[in-house]
């Protein structure tokens, strides 16, 4: 069953209400990290699903709407292995916003097809908690964008054991998966539901913000008030 594909009429849903002077301009934001991993494996590689295209809406709007001038940003790409496609501290002198060119130009490289077999998505993870780690004292959010197929993911064992190291992190404010395949898996359960199975525990920690597939616009709102509560 393919992916829905958003249109522009849904695209106002991923976007948050006109920010104030104050919030353009970086006042009053405590700083945060920012990690955006992108799981192109699977369903990525099947034009029909859309599955490309909702994750570069997802990293745009992240990135257009979310990211503050003093916010730690981290791009992920998971094929077979793991590709930091950006590691930086975003500054802007006038609180500007990150350039439109940047932003295409970055969510190109990590929407970018795989091309090998496998999926990364532990290590996915447990990259984003290791970088994490590194900006002591700043709070931590991350989106990892997943149909949430573990069957070529090598590491799938350790998939709960390191997002619960993530929410134990002192600094961790929101993990938001989205993109949650409903599609049948192994024994006829959902992708979805095997995945959440995997996370243990932690599915039903009050942190992690869990989309499917068809749930992506609908659920976005709720992450951007999460990203703002993030900063108080």
């Known amino acids: 069953m393919p992916f829905p594909m ?77 590709q930091t496609v950006a590691d930086f501290t975003f500054q802007s002198k006038n ?21 090998g077999r496998g999926s990364a998505i532990t290590a996915g993870v447990q990259l984003a908690v290791k970088r994490a780690a590194q900006t002591k004292g700043v709070g931590d959010v991350t989106v990892l964008f997943t149909d949430g197929a573990l ?17 134990g992190a002192k600094d961790t404010r929101l993990l938001f998966v989205a993109g949650l395949s409903p599609e049948a898996g192994a024994g006829g359960v959902s992708v979805r539901d095997s995945f ?3 996370l243990g525990g932690s599915a039903s920690d009050k942190r992690v913000l869990l989309a499917g597939a068809y749930d992506l616009s609908n659920v976005y709102p709720t992450f951007a008030a999460q990203v703002k509560a993030a900063r108080r």
């Open 196 to 198: 959440v199975k995997a």
């Open 151 to 167: 069957l070529d993911d090598p590491k799938r064992a350790s998939l709960g054991a390191a997002v619960k190291g993530f929410l």
């Open 95 to 115: 609180g500007a916003r990150l350039g439109k060119a940047d932003i295409l130009r970055y969510t190109a490289a990590l929407t970018k097809p795989c091309t």
């Open 6 to 82: 958003i249109v522009p009429a849904v695209l106002s849903t991923l976007l948050p209400a006109p920010m104030s002077a104050s919030t353009l301009l970086g006042l009053s934001t405590p700083p945060l990290h920012l990690t955006v991993a992108v799981d192109m494996t699977g369903s990525s590689k099947n034009p029909a699903f859309k599955y490309a295209d909702q994750a570069r809406l997802l990293s745009q709007s992240v990135l257009l709407n979310q990211l503050r001038s003093g916010d730690t940003v981290t791009l992920l790409r998971i094929c077979d292995g793991v």
